[in-house]
Antibody, heavy 120, light 106 residues
Framework: EVQLVESGGDLVQPGGSLRLSCAAS????????MHWVRQFPGKGLEWVSG????????GYADSVKGRFTISRDNAKNSLYLQMNSLRPEDTALYYC?????????????WGQGTLVTVSS | DIQMTQSPSSLSASLGDRVTITCRASQGISNYLAWFQQKPGKAPKSLIYAASTLQSGVPSRFSGSGSGTDFTLTISSLQPDDFATYYCQQYHTYPLAFGGGTKVEI
């Protein structure tokens, strides 16, 4: 059974940093692209970042480019999102999501999310 | 960047109704289009990828069609479990993008 478990969400002050983690199990992690998607309170979904199976290609939403960094450790079956220079508008539930293929072929599984709150 | 526009933003329907949701991309994306269902307080669930391929376990009353810029999600006979918000997403080009969502209500 595919499982994606996010952690690291917290309350942080504007300008602060946070590192989210996603522990994956139930599939060959090194064979799949991965994504971070966020959902603002009471609002829709926003794709944040994606990474190919071998970290060979990475993409970011314009809203986080230059502030967030996605990475993965295939030996640890883990995905990460380093979030710097956080703003109140980054407050959201952050989901880790698995891609169907090694690059970008569509999302098939989602975690339950970890909450990031940016506020003074 | 590619923008995704969904319509309608909400709709009211009855059990057994045929429901159609549309999604338009600001430029051609071939068939790199996915649909997701989300219920309140829950993570999204993947329904369809490659515009028309059902994810494993998704009921056959769901179908997707389209290519290029115009896509549709159809629920052939609305069931109680289908009342939710639906999102399309293009994955043709980074940055990926979701539509604004369509809330299906009773």
């Amino acid at each position: 059974e595919v499982q994606l478990v996010e952690s690291g969400g917290d309350l942080v002050q504007p300008g602060g940093s946070l590192r989210l983690s996603c522990a994956a199990s139930g599939f060959t992690f090194s064979g799949h692209g991965m994504h971070w998607v966020r959902q603002f309170p009471g609002k829709g979904l926003e794709w944040v970042s994606g990474i190919h199976w071998n970290s060979g290609k990475i993409g970011y939403a314009d809203s986080v480019k230059g502030r967030f960094t996605i990475s993965r450790d295939n030996a640890k079956n883990s995905l990460y999102l380093q979030m710097n220079s956080l703003r109140p508008e980054d407050t959201a539930l952050y989901y880790c999501a698995k891609d169907i293929g090694p690059r970008v072929a569509g999302i098939d599984y989602w975690g339950q999310g970890t909450l990031v709150t940016v506020s003074s | 960047d590619i923008q995704m526009t969904q319509s309608p933003s909400s709709l009211s329907a009855s059990l057994g109704d045929r429901v159609t949701i549309t999604c338009r991309a600001s430029q051609g994306i071939s068939n790199y289009l996915a649909w997701f269902q989300q219920k309140p307080g829950k993570a999204p669930k993947s329904l369809i990828y490659a515009a028309s391929t059902l994810q494993s376990g998704v009921p056959s009353r769901f179908s997707g069609s389209g290519s290029g810029t115009d896509f549709t999600l159809t629920i052939s006979s609305l069931q109680p479990d289908d009342f939710a918000t639906y999102y399309c997403q293009q994955y043709h080009t980074y940055p990926l993008a979701f539509g604004g969502g369509t809330k299906v209500e009773i």
